[in-house]
């Protein structure tokens, strides 16, 4: 498992409201499913279809999962837009504008004894440009239809991770919207 530098990594500790409450490494949150402030990072390119990401294989928890393009989690003081828009350069090599959707709150148990507690803010970009992905966080990515997504979910959903599942099909609310309205 890849745990090195977990603890000097620190995440953004809020409330329910998103109101800052505190500071705590990422391990211990995770420990203790303290509910802290992430990010998560969809793409899609301009014939609606969705980049999404193999999760690698060392990662601490949800490793070998698919997933939306990017997750991470803002360092202290930044912003929930400069960590979406760092985290999909890092992990795979994308420049691109971003937009905010929604948040949401969700709690799940993972492996290894750890819980992610999360008030997770989710972006939608639009790029044509292929990834350069990071090998350490990335072990491969896929371009694919929303309706390839929902029939493989319906067969493999334990391909997924956990906040992918819940929130792809509200995505794809807002994609179809934003898609409508350039009509």
């Known amino acids: 498992m890849n745990w090195e530098n977990m603890e000097e990594t620190k995440v953004i500790l809020v409330d329910e409201n998103d109101i800052q409450t505190g500071i705590a490494g990422k391990l211990e949150a995770h420990e203790k499913a303290l509910l802290h402030r992430a990010v998560s990072v969809f793409i899609i390119n301009s ?3 969705w ?9 601490y928890h949800s490793n070998g999962l698919w997933t939306n393009t990017c997750c991470t989690h803002p360092h202290p003081g930044e912003s929930v837009f400069d960590a979406a828009k760092r985290r999909l350069k890092e992990e795979m ?8 959707l929604f948040s949401f709150i969700y709690k799940e148990k993972l492996d290894n004894e750890l ?10 970009g639009i790029t ?3 990834p350069m992905i990071n090998t350490a ?11 390839d997504i929902q029939n493989d979910l319906k067969q493999n959903p334990d391909r997924y991770t956990y906040w992918f599942r819940e929130i792809y099909e509200k995505v794809n609310k807002y994609i179809t919207k934003i898609q409508n309205d350039q009509k």
């Open 128 to 130: 044509d440009s292929d």
């Open 47 to 49: 014939k609606g279809e």
């Open 137 to 147: 966080e990335v072990e491969e990515w896929e371009r694919i239809s929303f309706t």
């Open 51 to 59: 980049i999404l990401q193999r999760r690698a294989f060392d990662k």
């Open 115 to 124: 819980t992610e507690h999360e008030l997770d803010h989710v972006f939608l």
């Open 93 to 100: 090599g994308i420049v691109c504008n971003v937009t905010w």
